[in-house]
């Protein structure tokens, strides 16, 4: 039973647009979201967090909002860069101590 | 600098035959994880060390074992494995539970 769902395994955007990603989750306990960023043979590198207690956390071309009453978030990267080309990961945690639980990832594809 | 290494980064063994897939790091962490990732699949956490106690998840195979000899160095042993553990396996580090984590490039596995 998956309580992390990325039900989009890929996406395509052109350079310059916005990409949102997207992310549903079904554990209400869940207290803190993060989305991870991973390059082909590389491991996933921390990208981005937000806290139950916000809407939103922005750093950069990178921005998560979180609907807690939907039980989703999004990642929006504006704008788009090709070095963006990657999977992303979205993840939620109990507490911050307790294990992180990943989603499948949406794979990303930035067009020239 | 790698901060989380993997070794080797791939492997092939056959059915049965015992394992060991090796990550260390220089980052002085007090958590190493270990994560299964299947393909198109969500890493799964296996277990993980805080300091030298180990938290095993309770859906974890019990072919699955792990060994942390020291802060920089961690083992995950499959003693018999079986085709369906082929996966990639991704170790990663964090200083406390309730930091960041940092991922290895992984160790693809195969089993013939």
């Known amino acids: 039973d998956q309580q992390v769902k990325q039900n989009s395994p890929s996406l395509s955007v052109q350079e310059g647009r916005i990409s949102i990603l997207n992310c549903d989750y079904t554990n209400s306990m869940f207290d803190y979201f993060l989305w991870y960023k991973k390059y082909p043979a590389e491991g996933p590198t921390f990208l981005i967090s937000i806290s139950s207690i916000k809407d939103k956390n922005e750093d950069g071309r990178f921005t998560v909002f979180l609907n807690k009453s939907a039980k989703h978030l999004s990642l929006h990267i504006v704008p788009s860069q090709p070095g963006d080309s990657a999977v992303y990961f979205c993840?939620?945690?109990?507490?911050?101590?307790?294990?992180?639980?990943f989603g499948k990832g949406t794979r990303l594809h930035i067009l020239p | 600098d790698a901060m989380v290494i993997q070794n080797p980064r791939y492997q092939v063994t056959q059915f049965g035959k015992p394992v060991t897939l090796s990550c260390s790091q220089t980052?002085?962490?007090?958590?190493m994880y270990w994560y299964q990732q299947k393909s198109s699949q969500a890493p799964k956490l296996l277990f993980h060390y805080y300091d030298k106690d180990f938290n095993n998840e309770a859906d974890t195979p019990d072919n699955f074992q792990s060994r942390r000899p020291n802060t920089s160095f961690c083992f995950l042993d499959i003693r018999s494995p079986g085709l369906g553990d082929a996966a990639m396996y991704l170790c990663?580090?964090?200083?406390?539970?309730?930091?960041?984590?940092?991922f290895g490039p992984g160790t693809r596995l195969l089993v013939l």
């Open positions: 993840a939620a945690t109990r507490n911050r101590d307790d294990k992180i639980i």
């Open positions: 980052l002085n962490h007090n958590v």
């Open positions: 990663a580090t964090s200083r406390d539970s309730r930091e960041t984590q940092y």
